[in-house]
């Protein structure tokens, strides 16, 4: 909870019962580029009520509370965020379109799935670095590979991926421990930067890509050094969460679920 909403860049609503707390909201204020402009977004994070009061559903409810005051207080024009953000499950979707909280869905998130077992002459060409956080030069790696992304994706809204974001979010997690690297194609002796990759390895001996950071055209070369990785491991498989927004920028290097 500290490391989410413990700074200036988060906001938590509570409802309380006399001295118990029965309903929370939490949001992250994360930047973005909105068509290519810097925005700031709310991303809604955890929802919870306690188990007896979880049933009730009126405008009384104090879900309802916690999620109409997050979101009156943050969202909109002259407010701090211009658009509100989430992932919602299907039922908590259709409980707050209900009490006419939420719109959309927008996009459908979709898993996409590869096998480890490579039979690819380009890897050859592929070298993986680890990136080290604390070293500038690794930072102004992962920034020059943010501003071609932005470049490429200005008819999105996509979420900031410089070194600060890359170092908060993944390097000081408090719980889960991320890999990044540097995907760089390797010509005559010539070293080109592909884009940046996080990863993250599970207990079931798969491996997750979470995160590029790439022009949409690249992805293929991050998939396939995804699959490196998880080959040198002995891993199982990889896959990823998208939206089927941008589910054609991995076709077709996928099968999805």
């Not at 309380?16 to 994360?30: I, K, Q, S, T």
């Not at 459908?108 to 060409?125: A, D, F, R």
């Not at 999105?156 to 908060?168: M, N, P, Q, T």
């Not at 421990?177 to 390797?186: A, K, P, Q, V």
């Amino acid at each position: 909870w500290q490391w989410k909403y413990g700074h200036d860049q988060a906001r938590a609503v509570g409802v309380w019962e006399g001295d118990r707390l029965v309903a929370h909201y939490g949001g992250f204020n994360r930047g973005v580029l909105y068509l290519g402009k810097p925005r700031r977004v709310a991303q809604s994070g955890d929802v919870m009520a306690d188990l007896l009061v979880r049933k009730a559903l009126g405008r009384a409810s104090p879900f309802f509370i916690a999620t109409a005051t997050y979101l009156e207080c943050s969202i909109g024009f002259g407010k701090p965020h211009l658009l509100g953000v989430g992932f919602p499950s299907l039922r908590h979707l259709r409980a707050a379109a209900l009490l006419g909280l939420y719109g959309g869905p927008v996009s459908k998130v979709l898993e996409l799935q590869w096998s480890c077992k490579i039979l690819s002459l380009k890897q050859l060409l592929l070298k993986i670095r680890r990136i080290e956080i604390h070293r500038q030069s690794d930072r102004d790696v992962i920034n020059c590979c943010w501003q071609e992304m932005s470049r490429y994706t200005q008819q999105f809204i996509v979420g900031v991926r410089d070194a600060k974001w890359l170092r908060y979010r993944y390097v000081e997690h408090p719980i889960h421990r991320y890999e990044i690297f540097s995907i760089n194609l390797g010509v005559f002796g010539l070293s080109y930067c592909l884009g940046i990759l996080v990863l993250r390895e599970h207990p079931e001996n798969e491996l997750e890509i979470v995160d590029m950071v790439s022009s949409p055209a690249k992805i293929k070369w991050l998939v396939l050094a995804a699959r490196l990785v998880a080959s040198q491991k002995k891993l199982n498989r990889v896959y990823a969460w998208t939206t089927d927004s941008i589910e054609n920028f991995f076709k077709p290097y996928s099968s999805h679920t």
